[in-house]
Structures are given as C-alpha cells and as structure tokens.
C-alpha cells in the first residue's frame, strides 16, 4: 500500500505562486509516474501533469509553461511548482501513483491517491 501526502495548497491572488509537494511511502517510488490532477467543485478530476522514468514530464494545455512538476528521490517526494496562477486553477489537488512507466492522463490508470490539498485563486 503506497501512502500519499500532499501539502502546500492555500489561499493566493491571480499571479502568484504556490508549490505543492507530495511525499510518498514507496520505497520504489524513483520507477513510479507520479502525476497531480485537479478537481474543481461540480467538474470531473482532469489531468495537471506528470513524471514518469521513460516519458520525463507531460502538462495539459491548460497549465503547459506556468507549471512545472518535479521529483527528489531521496526524499520519496514530488513537486508541482504552480506560477502565474488563474482563478481557473482553483480547486483541489491530488497527487497520484502508477506502477506504469509511461504517463497516463487518464484517472484511472493511477493506483494510489492522496487526499487533496485545496488550491484557491481570488481574482
């Protein structure tokens, strides 16, 4: 059983900057993709970013060249330095686990789930 912990949500201003982190408890967790997702209230959880060993990095369209995802494996832990922020980037975000080596955009290809940190853009 893979545990996730996210942390580093808030209340910021259009433009600012946030940086979430997600400290996992695998111990294999430098061969894992670790993605985020997001979830805004009444809309389905949509794919944020990814890392994986053979793909490196993959963003949506929505956040490609604001955010940035990153992993310390010494520290089991991933990163999602989030900058230039919208109001449409409210909501809650998840960080999540697949035992894949491949970036998956989909839910459902992800194994484990964190609980969310909420990430709340005032205009």
């Known amino acids: 059983q893979v545990q996730l912990v996210e942390s580093g949500g808030g209340l910021v201003q259009t433009g600012d900057s946030l940086r979430l982190s997600c400290a996992a408890s695998?111990?294999?967790?430098?061969?894992?993709?670790m993605a985020w997702f997001r979830q805004a209230p009444g809309q389905e959880r949509e794919f944020v970013a990814a890392?994986?060993?053979?793909?490196?990095?993959g963003y949506s369209d929505a956040v490609q060249g604001r955010f940035t995802i990153s992993r310390d494996s010494a520290k089991n832990t991933v990163y999602l330095q989030m900058n230039s922020l919208k109001p449409d980037d409210t909501a809650v975000y998840y960080c999540?686990?697949?035992?894949?080596?491949?970036?998956?955009?989909?839910?459902?290809?992800?194994?484990?789930w964190g609980q969310g940190t909420q990430v709340t853009v005032s205009s």
């Open positions: 999540a686990s697949s035992r894949g080596a491949r970036i998956e955009t989909l839910p459902k290809r992800y194994d484990y």
């Open positions: 695998e111990r294999s967790f430098s061969v894992k993709t």
């Open positions: 890392i994986s060993w053979y793909d490196g990095s």
